[in-house]
């Protein structure tokens, strides 16, 4: 009874790791997150300074006027454009040597990296160019390295949980496969996702709601780089999933040697133990190495890995793990 109170209390305490998680915006950290000593770093204050935080991270609208070219298009949309509370100034519209292509330079109020410039992105597409060249045959499309990078992170976003699903699926027939059992790969399955939930949380809470950044040498909160969430799962799920069948099949072979279920789990915890520990700090010191880099993305990864990995081979592969066994 008192195996089960602790499995449950330390489950519970996995999941309000994760609760952050729910929070999670993906996007680029920009110039302004890095050391102050950098010479890009001090450009950017300057820039921002000088003409606005949003000068660092323009938007480039480029109108197709199609084969009637209709100039006065370009009006309505720099109009309507800067009319937006989001936009700090719009540029003269440009034309190209053949008449039939206008660009739009649109400098927003915010930084690069801030939810408010990824949603004047999102007004612009989707409200005030549809709207301004409606009924014109022109098509103005929103790019530029900022809304470049909006697009990404989207694009990660919306496909993480498949790719998170597919992965996780594909063990589960596998260790379903070498153990001949449902609950055995179901419950590596839950226990996986608990691990990379808790570390994401962590991720979240230190880097985007800004908890002890300064700790790790972090001058301001950032969002989560789009590409961490998926290199973060991929490496602990490799990792969790070595840890994983090294216990299972120490544990197997004790049972089939006669012992009882219990006496089997304590044996192949015994044997396997000091060895996943070793491993796993070995891992944990490299991961926390990278705490130490100037980059923020850099931070975040290590961060990230370090306590992914902290979090899957103690809590999960030496406490519930066996205790749920």
């Known amino acids: 009874e008192q195996v089960v109170q602790a499995r449950e209390r330390l489950q519970v305490g996995l999941v309000v790791l994760a609760i952050p998680v729910l929070d999670m915006r993906l996007g680029q950290a920009d110039a302004g997150c890095d050391p102050t000593t950098t010479t890009h770093r001090r450009a950017y204050d300057l820039l921002a300074a000088g003409f606005g935080d949003g000068f660092n991270g323009p938007l480039l609208i480029a109108v197709d006027l199609g084969d009637d070219p209709d100039l006065t298009v370009l009006d309505r949309i720099s109009s309507a454009v800067a009319a937006d509370p989001g936009v700090r100034a719009v540029s003269p519209p440009e034309l190209n040597a053949a008449g039939d292509t206008g660009i739009i330079t649109a400098i927003p109020t915010t930084k690069p990296q801030d939810q408010a410039t990824s949603s004047l992105v ?157 491993a796993a700090l070995i891992m944990i010191s490299v991961f926390l190495g990278f705490v130490a880099s100037d980059d923020p993305v850099v931070k975040m990864m290590g961060v990230g890995l370090a306590t992914a990995v902290a979090v899957d081979a103690t809590i999960v592969r030496m406490v519930l793990v066996p205790s749920t066994m």
């Open 122 to 278: 999102h007004r612009l597409r989707n409200d005030l160019l549809p709207a301004a060249t409606a009924g014109t045959g022109a098509d103005a499309l929103v790019g530029g390295p900022t809304a470049g990078f909006i697009d990404q992170s989207d694009k990660i976003a919306s496909r993480l949980p498949w790719f998170i699903a597919g992965v996780v699926s594909l063990s589960f027939l596998l260790l379903m496969i070498v153990f001949r059992s449902i609950l055995v790969p179901l419950k590596a399955a839950i226990l996986n996702l608990l691990s990379i939930g808790a570390a994401y949380g962590v991720v979240v809470a230190v880097f985007q709601w800004g908890w002890g950044r300064s700790l790790i040498g972090l001058d301001e909160a950032v969002p989560i780089a789009s590409f961490v969430p998926m290199m973060m799962f991929a490496i602990l799920f490799g990792l969790s999933m070595d840890y994983e069948v090294f216990i299972l099949s120490r544990i197997r072979e004790e049972y089939h040697r006669g012992h009882s279920n219990i006496d089997s789990v304590v044996e192949g915890l015994g044997a396997t133990a000091k060895v996943i520990t070793a």
